[in-house]
């Protein structure tokens, strides 16, 4: 029995020494300076970054949907704000994503035996122009291309979801060569 309480006895003090030990991490580490801000996302941002500034793109393809741009616009500003703390602004902000949709293009990537299409290739290209006013050195020019292939179809059955799907990846594109910085 006293063996046992003597091996109680020790496991008390190696805890209340972790205890201890983790504590006074807590206190010590809010009070460290750190010049990069991380998150979940892999984002890194700088804590003297606020604001993010993302002005409607413009649409200068040769075939242009109505609301592509609006829908696209609307998706980055969505995600800069679900995945970082910045907040969105018309115009002046600590960062600034200008761009606009250069092209929408369908393409056949598949041929049946009697040459007609079986598989068309939707491809949505958008130019960036990335400006961090905090640290000029993360400023950018980027084309970001993607593409989801389809059945041959009737495109308008299948260019909502097939829009949805190419503006998620772009938009993923852009934020991760924005603040991600792997």
Do not use: H
């Amino acid at each position: 029995m006293k063996a046992y309480r003597t091996s109680l006895s020790g496991i008390s003090l190696l805890l209340r020494i972790c205890f201890l030990f983790l504590m006074s991490l807590m206190v010590l580490l809010p009070q460290t300076s750190c010049k990069v801000s991380y998150s979940f996302t892999g984002a890194s941002i700088s804590p003297d970054v606020k604001t993010v500034a993302i002005p409607f793109m413009t649409n200068t393809s040769s075939y242009i949907i109505p609301t592509l741009n609006r829908s696209i616009t609307d998706a980055l500003r969505n995600y800069f704000t679900s995945q970082t703390s910045l907040q969105v602004v018309e115009r002046n902000g600590d960062l600034e994503l200008t761009g606009n949709i250069s092209g929408y293009t369908v393409t056949p990537v598949a041929i049946q035996g009697n040459e007609t299409a079986a598989m068309n290739r939707l491809t949505i290209t958008i130019n960036i122009k990335f400006v961090n006013k905090k640290n000029p050195k993360q400023n950018y020019e980027s084309t970001f291309s993607r593409y989801q292939d389809y059945p041959v179809a009737d495109l308008n059955t299948v260019q909502d979801r097939l829009n949805a799907v190419i503006t998620d990846q772009l938009v993923q594109d852009v934020f991760n060569k924005s603040v991600v910085n792997w």
